[in-house]
């Protein structure tokens, strides 16, 4: 969604996949930015936990919000 980022604000937390069917665990800790003539334009700085979840434990984590 390119619009994604302007849902996203500083102190929410996100989930990246790992390949395996693990998510890393993320706090947003940066302003939206976008930076032209890159392969990934849009980006928020997120400082990732050294913890992972099971992608069949996540279903509990969305109903938090």
Do not use: M
Not at 46 to 60: E, L
């Amino acid at each position: 969604c390119p619009f994604l980022h302007a849902s996203i604000n500083t102190g929410d937390i996100v989930l990246s996949p790992d390949g395996d069917g693990n998510y890393f665990i993320g706090e947003v800790i940066g302003d939206y930015q976008y930076v032209p003539n890159s392969d990934k334009p849009h980006r928020r700085a997120v400082n990732w936990g050294s913890s992972k979840i099971d992608r069949a434990d996540t279903v509990s984590y969305t109903h938090l919000t």
